[in-house]
């Protein structure tokens, strides 16, 4: 991520039917409208994606590597690796980043 000033995590839920869980595609958009790197990272690993052209990588946490298979708990864990700081009750899709640097986080990409 030190390679570029301005990176955004979204933690992208691939079956969350709220207007939070945007398609990369549309997060990819805004997030070059406002000069962000964007990094997708699904929520959990879903075999019915594999084989699915997004025109952008789509990552994916290796849950073993936080001893969890509880969604939640290993994606604090890597963004906390990453340098985010839980705060109480602050929980995001998106992830502001300047460098490695961690700055916010929000429910929508359009709120940075």
Same mark, same amino acid.
């Not at 936080?66 to 864990?77: F, L, Q």
């Not at 963004?79 to 700055?103: A, I, Q, V």
């Given at each position: 991520?030190?390679?570029?000033?301005?990176?955004?995590?979204?933690?992208?839920?691939?079956?969350?039917?709220?207007?939070?869980?945007?398609?990369?595609?549309?997060?990819?958009?805004?997030?070059?409208?406002?000069?962000?790197?964007?990094?997708?990272? =699904?929520?959990?690993?879903?075999?019915?994606?594999?084989?699915?052209? #997004?025109?952008?990588?789509?990552?994916?946490?290796?849950?073993?590597?936080?001893?969890?298979?509880?969604?939640?708990?290993?994606?604090?864990?890597? =963004?906390?690796?990453?340098?985010?700081?839980?705060?109480?009750?602050?929980?995001?899709? #998106?992830? =502001?980043?300047?460098?490695?640097?961690?700055?916010?986080?929000?429910?929508?990409?359009?709120? #940075?």
């Amino acid at each position: 991520m030190s390679k570029y000033k301005y990176n955004v995590i979204y933690i992208w839920a691939i079956r969350c039917p709220s207007d939070n869980c945007i398609p990369p595609s549309i997060a990819a958009n805004e997030a070059e409208e406002k000069g962000y790197k964007l990094w997708v990272v =699904l929520d959990y690993y879903d075999p019915q994606i594999i084989g699915v052209n #997004f025109n952008m990588p789509i990552y994916s946490i290796k849950n073993t590597i936080y001893k969890t298979d509880y969604c939640r708990k290993y994606i604090k864990s890597f =963004l906390k690796d990453l340098g985010w700081e839980e705060t109480e009750n602050e929980w995001g899709r #998106f992830y =502001l980043f300047e460098k490695d640097n961690f700055l916010s986080q929000k429910q929508r990409i359009a709120d #940075f």
